[in-house]
């Protein structure tokens, strides 16, 4: 395919980019962490979305080269914010890895590498996993989450509600983080049982101890019922759409 030859030159041409999404408390508004989501600048066919490119390189085993330029770049645009931007600097950066990244071996070594690199402490990493690269071997999994909170990097598990979901799984992994797949806020106005969904889920995650963050809010209502269902946090369109570093830090110098 034509794609998968391109990729390999989008690192090395630096047509690849991070944007940035604030992650915001509900009541103030005020940017907690931002989530990392990657663009590609095609010389041909503009701005291309990971929705596409991700499973390509999933397919042709790019990714792990992929994953640890945005794990390099995440670390190094991290490290920038804090030395410029002092108190205003998110508490944390929030990076997505896809299940094959997740199921290397390697990258414990990688992340704890990036991060002396780079000088970041790990409190200040997040790393979002969908459920399905937990789904094929569940011990494995565990292990290396278990890795990974060893090194003190945190842990989030995305786009929660969908797919494999199960209320049992959170008991028995060691995350910081869920986050609420957005169509499952797009249903919390209209149907009294997602609203009853959402309630548990908040009840749930404080007993455990875990950060509930719902994505995909665009609507002040939204905010409202969030708000009202016992949400803290959130992230979506209404807030803030992914940005790019620039305009990301515009963003938090306007913050309350
Ligand atoms: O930002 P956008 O809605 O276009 O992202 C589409 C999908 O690509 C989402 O599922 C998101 O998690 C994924 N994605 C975005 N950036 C990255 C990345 O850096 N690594 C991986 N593995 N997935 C990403
Ligand atoms: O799978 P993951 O949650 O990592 O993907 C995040 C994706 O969701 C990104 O592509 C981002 O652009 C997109 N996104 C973020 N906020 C919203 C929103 O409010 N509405 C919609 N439709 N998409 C959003
Ligand atoms: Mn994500
Ligand atoms: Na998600």
Redesign the pocket.
């Known amino acids: 395919m034509m794609l998968e030859n391109d990729l390999r030159k989008a690192i090395e041409h630096k047509q690849l980019k991070l944007f940035y999404q604030p992650i915001v408390s509900l009541e103030s508004g005020a940017v907690c962490s931002v989530e990392?989501?990657?663009r590609w600048n095609h010389p041909r066919h503009g701005i291309i979305?990971?929705?596409e490119f991700?499973p390509i390189a999933e397919d042709t085993q790019q990714i792990i080269e992929l994953?640890e330029w945005?794990l390099r770049e995440g670390c190094r645009q991290y490290a920038d914010w804090a030395e410029r931007l002092e108190y205003q600097t998110p508490s944390m950066i929030s990076?997505?890895?896809?299940r094959k990244?997740f199921a290397c071996p390697l990258l414990v070594h990688t992340v704890q590498r990036t991060l002396e690199e780079f000088q970041v402490a790990p409190k200040h990493i997040q790393l979002e996993v969908t459920e399905d690269a937990f789904a094929s071997d569940i011990k494995s999994a565990i292990q290396a989450m278990k890795d990974l909170k060893a090194i003190g990097v945190k842990l989030a598990i995305?786009d929660f509600g969908i797919g494999r979901s199960s209320f049992a799984s959170l008991n028995q992994f060691p995350v910081d983080t869920l986050k609420i797949d957005r169509s499952l806020i797009a249903e919390v106005k209209r149907t009294k049982g997602m609203a009853a969904m959402i309630n548990s889920l908040v009840v749930l995650s404080e007993n455990l101890g875990i950060m509930l963050i719902p994505e995909g809010i665009e609507e002040a209502s939204q905010v409202t019922a969030l708000q009202k269902l016992g949400c803290h946090f959130g992230q979506g369109y209404y807030f803030g759409r992914?940005m790019p570093a620039e305009k990301l830090e515009a963003y938090l110098l306007k913050q309350p």
């Open positions: 990392a989501l990657i979305s990971p929705g991700i994953g945005v990076i997505n890895l896809s990244q995305d992914p």
